[in-house]
């Protein structure tokens, strides 16, 4: 649950260049494949949810509270009597929101922000860095909590919690990148034929960034997921009777020493996917650039 | 080395003045009147007037918080909307507690994330170091809220061998300290390992090995000191993430820390207390990274000149 184990060397690859070569090197990581298959088959129950889940994750049986695993509930049942794999099902679907937004939102602004420090330079990116300090002095889940405390909780403000929480890891991987790309010929020449700046930045320096870029947000939404949980399990975020994995564990609480099966199934569904993105993104760094391998 | 340090100390003012308007702004930032949110929506309008004056609250902005910033200098953070007692007092017992159990925590993180480092170094692409490296993964992918329950449910619920949360003793600290200090080892194995590798990869460490120096001390000695430089650093932002870590721990454990008290204060809208309790950890975390910088380069004499 520790966040910024990612901390990836700012090198630019041209993706275009490598794109067969990539899938080949993928294929041949049997971690990340694993990677690739848990994902894809997080994402397929979050799409297919209605479809796969046996039960209404919100219909309880109260006949059959606290459930051990069985035939008829593969994953047992929770402290209303509602089946815990239907539940899952319908969690992934939040969570995979959650995840896909805020690093999309964190994306956007922090390679935004890393683009304009790292080609002007000065001043401009003196002053990005500054502030940049000034945001990692506050631990994520802190900076996390304060926007709940402002905002109030709820989806839509978990999203922007975790996601502004994690812009200065895109801006500082960007800016890195934009620097090293700053000395290449081709943005030097472009510059020299008189090109706009938002010109040369958005069509020589932003396709260099790419690569490093979906490394960064494969590994964020690792960290996401589980910071986004940690909110919920708090009571910061999204409420019970949401079947949020956070939230879900944190109602199990209550219940585990009678009934511990209703504190494993959504504890072992956060870590296997946060595994999956790490791996994949372990995987995608070492395809898109064997220098980056750690 | 003088000069570095005062380059630093520099550097380290405007971080501070950004973290304090922060922790200002947080009041001004919720929509609405800040004198309703702390007073509470049903409130005469001559108590809001006593709040708005109490926090003085009818000054300019620039005011309040020139006011809020020499005050806080003095050690003064204002008073719980909720206790009615004094924040800086409140949070600075908490933050004791939490300091002990991330320094706690941050030595067991490092022991393990050392030894497993070196360990994968050493033993590269055998059985060992992809185990080690397998149990890193896990490491990083385990919502710490999930390991706390687990361990518990194992420990205090089938076992009987140690207290289910609350404080007092060392065994009250003995579940928390491991299931942070396990959260934090994988990087620094991580990280070990490949400065490990790094180091043994190099010329010295071949020609001190061909000198017939036994391995103990080649290692050690000679690979080890050398490796262990990009660690430190790691191990100073580790700090930082411990101690965010440390929120949900306290919770889960219902241990008396700075997190559990901030949360309590977001679910009571204490806001003075989320205010004083942020600037205490933002300021904890950016000492800390100072320190961490001024160790490194005092360890490591090329960084002075370059790094600003």
Known sequence: MVDGAEELEPVAIPIAAVQGEVWRRLRANPGAIVGLVIVLLYVAAALLASALAPYDPAEGDVLARLQAPSAQHLLGTDELGRDILSRLAYGARISLTIQAAAVVLALA????????????????????????DVQLAFPSILLAIAIVAV????????????????????????????????????VAAARALGESDLSVMVRYVLPGTLAPVIVLGSLRMATVLLAASGLNFLGLGVQPPSPEWGAMLSNARDYMFAAPHVTTAPGLAITLVAIGFNLLGDGLRDALDPRMRG | MLRYTLRRLVLFVPVLVGVSLVSFGLLHLIPGDPATILAGVESRPEELQAVRHEFGLDLPLPVQYGRYVARALQGDLGISVHTREPVAATVVGRMRFSALLTVLSLTL?????????????????????????????????????????????????????????????????????????????????????????????????RTLRAHGLPEVVVVCRHGLRNALNPVITVVGLQFGLLLAGAVIVETVFALPGIGR????????????????????????????????????????????????
């Open chain 2, 109 to 205: 993180a490092v022991v393990i994330g050392v030894s497993a480092g070196v360990l994968a170094a050493l033993r590269h692409n055998s059985w060992l170091d992809s185990v080690i490296m397998l149990l890193a993964l896990i490491g990083v992918s385990l919502p710490s809220f999930w390991l706390g329950l687990l361990l518990l449910l194992v420990f205090a619920g089938m076992l009987h061998v140690l207290p289910a949360g609350g404080s007092g003793g060392a065994q009250h600290l003995v579940l928390p300290v491991v299931v942070l200090g396990l959260a934090g080892a994988p990087v620094i194995a991580r990280l070990t390992r490949a400065a490990m590798l790094e180091v043994l990869g190099q010329d010295y460490i």
């Open chain 1, 109 to 132: 602004i922090g390679v935004a922000w890393g683009l304009v420090a790292g080609y002007f330079g000065g001043w401009v990116d003196d002053l990005s860095m500054r502030l940049i």
């Open chain 2, 261 to 308: 008290l901030m949360i309590t204060a977001v679910f009571a809208r204490d806001y003075p207390v989320i205010q004083g309790g942020m600037m205490l950890i933002a300021v904890a975390v950016v000492l800390v990274n100072l320190a961490t910088d001024l160790t490194y380069a005092w360890v490591n004499p090329r960084i002075r000149g370059e790094r600003a």
């Open chain 1, 151 to 186: 905002l109030g909780g709820g989806l839509p403000n978990v999203i922007a919690a975790v996601g502004i929480a994690s812009v200065p890891q895109f801006a500082r991987l960007v800016r890195g990148v934009v620097l090293e790309l700053r000395k290449v010929e081709y």
